[in-house]
C-alpha cells in the first residue's frame, strides 16, 4: 500500500437512484452513471483518518448494472522511489490486497481512477 500522511476523517450519505449521481468523500469522488442502480440507495461512504488512503462503502455488496468510476487523490501521499503507476485495491478489513481494479493514475494530478462494480473497501497501492 501507498503510504501518506492521514486525511482527516470523512463520511457522507446520499441517496442515488437509477439516474445516477456523485457521492464526494473528503478528496475522494464516486460517480454512478445512470442505468447502473435499479432503484434508490442510500450510500454512505467513509474514509478513516489513517496512513493509507482508502474508503469503505456501504451498503455492502451493493452491485451496479453498470461500473461506477472512483477516483480517489494520493496527493498526501510518499511518492519518493514509487515510480510504479498507482492502482486502487480491493481489500478486506485488515486492507490486504484482495485484487486490483483496472485503473487510471493521472501523476500530474495525483489521483487514480478505477471502475468499480461492487461496494466494498478500496484503498490507492502500487
Request: charged share 10%; hydrophobic share 40%; proline share 8%.
Amino acid at each position: 500500500m501507498l503510504q501518506c500522511t492521514p486525511l482527516p476523517y470523512a463520511s457522507t450519505t446520499q441517496v442515488v437512484g437509477p439516474t445516477g449521481g456523485t457521492i464526494q468523500v473528503g478528496p475522494h469522488t464516486l460517480v454512478i452513471p445512470p442505468g447502473a442502480l435499479v432503484q434508490n440507495v442510500t450510500i454512505t461512504a467513509v474514509a478513516p483518518s489513517a496512513t493509507v488512503n482508502s474508503v469503505r462503502f456501504t451498503p455492502q455488496g451493493l452491485h451496479f448494472l453498470a461500473p461506477a468510476a472512483l477516483t480517489m487523490s494520493y496527493s498526501n501521499c510518499n511518492l519518493l522511489g514509487k515510480l510504479l503507476p498507482k492502482r486502487i485495491a480491493y481489500t478486506d478489513d485488515n486492507l490486504n490486497i484482495l485484487s486490483y481494479l483496472i485503473s487510471l493514475d493521472n501523476l500530474l494530478s495525483k489521483k487514480v481512477t478505477g471502475k468499480l462494480d461492487h461496494f466494498s473497501r478500496y484503498a490507492v497501492a502500487w
